[in-house]
Structure formats: C-alpha cells, structure tokens
C-alpha cells in the first residue's frame, strides 16, 4: 500500500511486526500490547508451533494455523508478532499497520545469538514449551543461525518491496532499535487537548 506515518502507527488497533529471525519482534508486541491495551498475539507460540509436551519441534499444519489465527483475532484490537505466509491472506485484509523492524545484520544477530544462548543455558521455553539447546543451535542441520544465515537477506528485502505493494496493509519501517524506544516513549506520552 504505502509508507505509514507515526500517527498511523499511534492509531493502529490492529499491528502486525515484521522483521528478521531475532530482530525482536515477540519483545516488540509484548511492550506495544502492554502500553496500548491490545492483545498480544506471539505468532510462534498462539499459532505456528504444536505444544512441545504434545509433539516438540513441530508445526501446526496450515489448516490449524488458520484456524488458531482467527481465534485469536476475534478480539479485533491486537498486535502480532510475526505473521507466516500460511496466514498473510486472512491477517493482512484485517492489519491497519505492519511495522517492520529491518534492522542490521549485526543487531539482529547478536540479539539472536544472546537469546539463544540464554535460553540453551537457562533451560528456558520458547516456541509454545520447546527448548532451545547447544547441540539444536549450533550443531544441528536445523540451527537457528543456519536458519538466520539462509533468511535474513530475503527477510530485510521483504521490507523494501512490501512498502510500495498495494496489496499489503501501510508498512512503517524502523532500521534501528533506538527508532522503536522512541515510538515507544512518543505513544507514553501524555498529549495536551
């Protein structure tokens, strides 16, 4: 569709945050839902990947991805982070605004790199209950950063061609994490009437 302005972004009530593998977009959405009342929907956890208990490592087919997509949007002011292809068609119509975070190589990569190996170390959960690991993120054919490595390009140029596509809902792109704390700070704002 277009560039979208701040007060686009000030006045969403239905986002959508795009950006590259460990950009920060679950972060993102949790701190915009928390600050403007939205319900935060953390696309690998509601949606993409099954219960770990249940079957670890192993995505929702396409149907339930749908259909555990549109549960979610039923309460029609959200902010979601992430949005995968199986879904883009029902989620898009309804977004007022994506905002993208195309951020660097290096931030992003250090921001992934940092939170993988936490959560290997710390034994903490992600990805609807399953665990990250040493030997999963470095060693395996299946790595996270294999995963950045392959993606990250084609995901930052996402960026460039959404925002003059029509058929995509108002892009407001952000090349740094400073860009986001300063929306952040400007939404908090209290405004004179």
């Known amino acids: ?61 396409p149907e339930e991805q749908r259909e555990r997509v549109l549960e979610h949007m039923k309460s029609q002011a959200w902010v979601m982070a992430s949005c995968g292809s199986k879904v883009t068609d029902i989620v898009y119509p309804e977004t007022d605004v994506i905002l993208y975070l195309d951020y660097s190589p290096w931030v992003s990569f250090s921001r992934l790199f940092k939170r993988t190996m936490s959560r290997s170390f710390l034994g903490q959960t992600c990805c609807n209950g399953n665990r990250e690991s040493f030997r999963l993120s470095l060693m395996s054919k299946d790595s996270i950063f294999l995963w950045w490595i392959k993606t990250w390009r084609s995901r930052r140029d996402l960026a460039r061609t959404m925002e003059p596509d029509p058929t995509v809902p108002p892009v407001y792109r952000l090349s740094h994490p400073r860009q986001f704390q300063a929306l952040l700070h400007y939404a908090a704002t209290p405004t004179d009437s």
């Open 1 to 61: 569709m277009s560039r979208a302005s701040t007060m686009d972004v000030l006045d969403a009530r239905r986002i959508v945050i795009q950006g590259v593998t460990g950009a920060g977009k679950s972060t993102a959405a949790r701190e915009w839902a928390s600050l403007k009342n939205l319900h935060a929907i953390d696309f690998d956890n509601d949606v993409l990947w099954m219960p770990a208990e249940q079957s670890p490592w192993t995505l929702f087919s």
